[in-house]
């Protein structure tokens, strides 16, 4: 444990991590007020009337109304307070807990980049991002020092690593090597776009974006890690993430990877940027080095890191139409998926039953993510339940679910003839989902 302390207490400089804190604080300032702008936050959080749940955080309820607009706008200032570096860890501390909180408020919301915004933001609250060019310093709250310990940078590098090693991982798969799935039904729409449109009605044009996409994913860290190939590779994530901006709305995903990739490039970069020389000695206030607890919690959490996206091995059938484990496991872009469940609620005393009209009950993006995830089934089988208990007293509710993946045709999906409210919405199997293959 003492020589991986002390490789891990070897100095560099601060200013790869200051560029990391500031442009991680502007990306979510500015994609947090485009978010208010486009008026998502009266579409995803105030005008659904019920919110689905992360298993085990069904106790997080949505706040009332009024109290939206201001955790939001809390939140955003949050996210300026931590660019600039003041009161840092007291902002970055307010901004997660908001952040978090709206993302488990409605599990429909999920998106990879905003779990990457909450792990990131874990690793910089370690990290002593405001001890340089920072208002901290200036206001004489912390002292300012050059050199760090290098285990802060190479924390946020592994992280980055994660990413990109299990979403290429995930891309060895037959729908996206040899259909070139979805892709070839995704680029069809952008034919239009001057020059290029009219090599994307070509399949090869998609076989050939699919396998560049994996190739990437597998490989780009291995390249921005070595001096030699790291500004080439630097000059492909911004190529290759551009790219899929412009091609693809997947919110601020790429920007987020181009602006983190900033962290693997030399100390001279960093250093030019804020006027430093290029070989910056220690200072009198150079921090001390990291404790061995601070190295076995981050280490604990980079071992959550590596074993949650394999837990869907521990599920039968295929994690990409069972939807078990396929959350936070790096899984992008690899789907074009759609579903439909009408459900029927009976009632066991009278006999009697009633189609239930799931508009009434949820938004249309509610209801698109719905259909096609079976734990999200199962919590709106009990709000029906519960909505209409008083005109049935003895509730059973059944649906029938379709479900159609990458271009395919339909399959049924879950168990028509099984009472969704006897049923457990837990991390076990679940054998009443009847696809559990792509055909």
């Not at 002292?143 to 592994?158: K, N, V």
């Not at 994660?162 to 039904?185: C, H, Q």
């Not at 602006?259 to 100390?267: E, Q």
């Not at 076995?296 to 139409?321: D, E």
Request: aromatic share 18%; charged share 15%; proline share 4%.
């Amino acid at each position: 444990m003492k020589a991986i302390i002390q490789v891990l207490n070897r100095r560099r400089s601060i200013t790869p991590l200051v560029t990391f804190r500031i442009t991680y604080g502007l990306l979510l300032f500015f994609s947090s007020i485009r978010f208010w702008y486009q008026g998502w936050i009266d579409a995803l959080f105030i005008d659904p009337t019920f919110h689905f749940k992360y298993y085990g955080f069904h106790w997080v309820k949505m706040c009332p109304d009024y109290f939206i607009t201001p955790l939001f706008f809390t939140m955003i200032l949050a996210a300026l307070c931590v660019a600039l570096g003041f009161f840092y860890r007291y902002a970055l501390s307010v901004f997660l807990v908001l952040f978090t909180y709206f993302e488990l408020v409605d599990a429909t919301n999920y998106l990879n980049h905003h779990y990457l915004v909450i792990l990131f933001g874990l690793l910089l609250l370690f990290a002593p991002a405001h001890r340089y060019f920072s208002l901290d310093v200036r206001r004489g709250s912390v002292l300012s020092t050059a050199q760090i310990p290098r285990f802060y940078i190479l924390a946020i590098i592994l992280q980055i690593a994660i990413v990109y090693t299990y979403a290429g991982i995930a891309k060895l798969n037959s729908d996206w090597l040899f259909e070139a799935m979805p892709l070839r039904i995704w680029i069809l729409e952008y034919q239009h776009i001057p020059v290029v449109g009219g090599l994307l009605r070509y399949t090869t044009t998609a076989f050939i974006f699919s396998w560049f996409a994996a190739f990437y994913d597998c490989t780009i860290i291995y390249f921005l890690l070595f001096s030699k190939t790291r500004k080439w590779a630097y000059f492909t994530v911004i190529l290759f993430h551009f790219l899929t901006a412009l091609f693809f709305n997947i919110g601020i995903f790429p920007w987020l990877m181009i602006l983190s990739n900033l962290i693997f490039l030399s100390d001279s970069f960093h250093n030019r940027l804020y006027r430093l020389k290029k070989n910056i000695a220690s200072t009198p206030n150079s921090l001390p080095g990291i404790r061995s607890t601070t190295v076995i919690i981050i280490c604990i959490f980079f071992i959550i890191q590596l074993l949650v996206p394999l837990r869907h091995l521990a599920y039968s059938g295929n994690t990409m139409v069972t939807e078990l484990g396929y959350r936070f496991g790096w899984r992008v872009m690899l789907l074009e998926k759609a579903g439909i469940a009408t459900f029927t609620l009976k009632d066991e005393g009278t006999k009697r039953s009633m189609e239930i009209a799931n508009r009434e009950y949820l938004t249309d993006f509610q209801e698109k993510q719905m259909a096609i995830q079976p734990d999200f089934m199962l919590q709106f089988a009990a709000h029906i339940a519960e909505k209409n208990s008083h005109i049935v007293k003895s509730p059973s509710v059944y649906v029938t679910s379709f479900i159609a993946l990458n271009g395919r045709v339909s399959q049924p999906f879950i168990q028509a003839d099984i009472d969704l409210l006897q049923l457990d919405d837990d991390w076990s199997d679940k054998p009443w989902i009847t696809c559990r293959s792509i055909p």
